[in-house]
């Protein structure tokens, strides 16, 4: 009898491709997505087994998500982020045996609901979890340790923005100008400013810093544009406007030096295709994506000892990366997850 896997999450920019590849590589009919937040962003197909949480007209209650909860055999969150879903589990933990959480990041690492009643619902839910889904063991060490994690670790690569392409020709010439990317958005989490105080000593090197900013909190991004300009003048490039995927590769194989200053995990996507390309990538050292880079073997770099002289293609690191966030894995992973 055919598996039903019901799918919650967020409308994200994550899940068009996910939800698209699950369709046409599994079943159509046994995979259910049910998401929440603005459906009308990415382009989402609600004929193609897509629906939204709420109380709009055509949308679906949560009441009856939890009657599917209830009818389904796996229940995959994609990120713990609604607080309604968080209340559901809360208030029906048999459900949480059959629940895989598939961790963002932000909702594993987020500081800002740290007491109170959100906070008592999101412990235990975390805590009775029966599953937690990430490719790194340093996310899963952190849930055990703060929220007193039991969930089984499943290993799963997550979303096709962690599948690094073979085809990309990372070998773009730029005139001697050091290209550095600075963050992946105008998230806070970026610490943007305090990276920018440690670059203002290479101001007056032949560099141009670009700084992706078109997704996120635009009244934080502002202030990193106004700093970032009265440090940098025309060095300082904030990259504003919405790039599809392909652009945004393309533009990635102009980098030559990534900054990626988060206290967290993050930037995991962009990160896989700098260092699948030869680029070389700066982090804070400690996080849980640092830990799982240097177990690979691949050779990332201090974010504390930055300098321009780093800049030689890696190719060792093209082909640790190539071999593990490859499509075979990123397949292999999730038909293990979905059909077992």
Sequence with gaps: MQKKIIHVGMADKFLPPLIDFIQEK?????????LYGDESVYGFLKDRGVFFLGKKANNISYFQLLLEMYSADKVILHGLFSSKVIKLLFYN??????CYWLMWGGDLYETHINSGLSAYYKKYVIKNMGYLLTYLPGDVEYARKRFEAKGKYVENLGYLSNIFSLNHDSDQKHNGVFNILLGNSADPANEHIEALVKLEKFKESNIKIYVPLSYGNQAYA?????????????KFVPLTEFMTYEKYQCFLKNIDIAIFNHKRQQAMGNTISLLGMGKVVYLRSGTSQWKLLKEMGVDIFDIEEFNLTNNEKLVKNEIN???YFSKENFEDKWKSLLES
Aim: aromatic share 20%; hydrophobic share 35%.
């Design 93 to 98: 933990p048999w459900l949480l045996k059959k």
């Design 321 to 323: 990366i190539k071999n």
């Design 222 to 234: 502002n202030q990193v544009i106004e700093y970032g300009k009265s440090i940098f003048e025309h």
């Design 26 to 34: 599994f079943s159509h009919e046994g995979n259910v997505f049910y």
